[in-house]
Each structure stands twice: as C-alpha cells, then as structure tokens.
C-alpha cells in the first residue's frame, strides 16, 4: 500500500533589513520570528545612531547650555554652598564640554543600550524561564525592540526646532510620560517616578516580550515574557526611586 507523504508547509521567505526595521513596530511577531531565525542587529543600530546624532546637532544649534546648566546646578544644595570663582569655574568646564557630551551620548547610546539589554534578557530568561536564547538572538531582539525610540527621536527633532532655546530641556524634549505633568520644582524622587511611565518605553517592553516569547514558545508564553520584562522594569524603577530619594 503506498504511502502518501506529508505536504511540507513551506519555509517563509526572509525579510530584508528595510524590512525588519518597519515590520518590528507594524508587525513584530512575524518579524522578531525572521530575526530569531537569522540575527542580526546592524540596521536598527546604524539608523538609532544617525538619529541619536542628528538631536545632539539639533540640540547645539539650538540649545543655551550656560543658562540650562546654571539652572540645573543650582537645585543642588552643595553646588549653593560654593563660592561665585568656585561656581564660576564648575559651570565654564561644563558649559565648555556640554556640546561634546551630547554628540558622544547620541551616538553610543542606543549601541550600549542594546548591548546592556540584551545581556540582561539573556540572563533572564535563560535564568527565570530555563531557555538560552543566545547572545546573538537576544542582541538581534533588543536591537528591533528599541525602534519605537526613532519615533521619539523624529518628534524630540522637530520639538527642538519648535520651542525657543530657553525653553529647551534635553532631559524631558517629548511629553511622552508623566513627567510633564508635574512642576519643575517637584522632588527628585517624584518626577525620576513619573519620567518612568513613558509611552516608548512601554512599546520597547512590549516588544521585547514579544521578541523573546518567539525565541522558544514552547516554554515562554507572551504573558510570561511580559511578566519578566515588566517584573525587571518595575524592580529597576524601585532602585531609581529610591536612589533619588535618597541624594534629593
């Protein structure tokens, strides 16, 4: 009696790197699934970084870094205890490099952020869940995971060119948590509490409990991705607070 074989679905074809990029924030399960068969982390970080560099030129055209620094300095009780040569010398160095800083941090902030990301999930779910996904998955993963911050980026683009430069503040240039809400003069602890309930950042978590409930469904569920994203997050909330709490 002849045997009738079994139909093999067929393989899906790749998704290109144009691809992923759209397809992390507009169809992420079927995209993280093509990044979890082939890693890879180049695109999204070439494009955060353009981007992360095109703010810190924005931000120094457009930004008042003596008036901004002083400012900021002055909330600080021991900076008020200095004399007016000491305050003098303090604010000229860091007026002097602001400028250098802000290039330095756009461009290597969404590598290391990736980098330091990755490594954690790693350990995470390879500790809490008892799957390894990899190093290269879990870095393919975070590195699509944080393309809601383009996003942010374009819209902090356009706000800074937007408001007058006295009105700029690098720390808060979108109204995207609950940071706006509150008055500048608000305590450390309060506002470091409110700036964590971002939109973004609530997207990226989202998207890299997506990310790595693809990497082994089997054992990690969407809703178990999401309690060890979100159950690290909020433990990382707590210390922040908590630390602001402490030198406010």
Do not use: C
């Amino acid at each position: 009696m002849a045997t009738i074989p079994t139909p093999v679905p067929d393989a899906q074809p790749p998704i290109n790197h144009a691809g992923r990029l759209i397809g992390a924030l507009v169809s992420p399960k079927q995209t993280f699934e093509d990044v979890v068969r082939r890693p890879s982390w180049v695109a999204p970080i070439v494009l955060m970084t353009i981007l992360g560099l095109v703010v810190s030129y924005a931000l120094n055209q457009r930004m008042d870094w003596g008036s901004y620094i002083r400012q900021q300095t002055e909330k600080s009780p021991r900076f008020a205890q200095l004399s007016e040569e000491q305050k003098q010398q303090t604010l000229g160095t860091q007026v002097k490099y602001a400028p250098v800083f802000s290039y330095v941090i756009g461009g290597l902030s969404s590598a290391l952020s990736a980098l330091f990301l990755a490594m954690v999930y790693w350990g995470a779910f390879s500790l809490l869940a008892g799957t390894n996904p990899g190093f290269g998955k879990s870095f393919g993963i975070t590195s699509h995971a944080l393309l809601p911050s383009v996003i942010a980026t374009v819209l902090a683009v356009v706000t800074i060119f937007l408001k007058r430069s006295g009105d700029l503040d690098p720390e808060h240039l979108l109204a995207s948590n609950a940071g706006a809400l509150l008055s500048t003069d608000a305590p450390r602890w309060q506002m470091s509490l409110a700036s964590s309930l971002d939109i973004f950042w609530i997207w990226v978590m989202l998207l890299l409990a997506m990310g790595f409930s693809v990497t082994n469904p089997k054992k990690v569920s969407f809703g178990k991705a999401i309690g060890i994203v979100f159950g690290l997050w909020i433990v990382w909330v707590i210390m922040k607070v908590g630390w602001a709490a402490i030198w406010s």
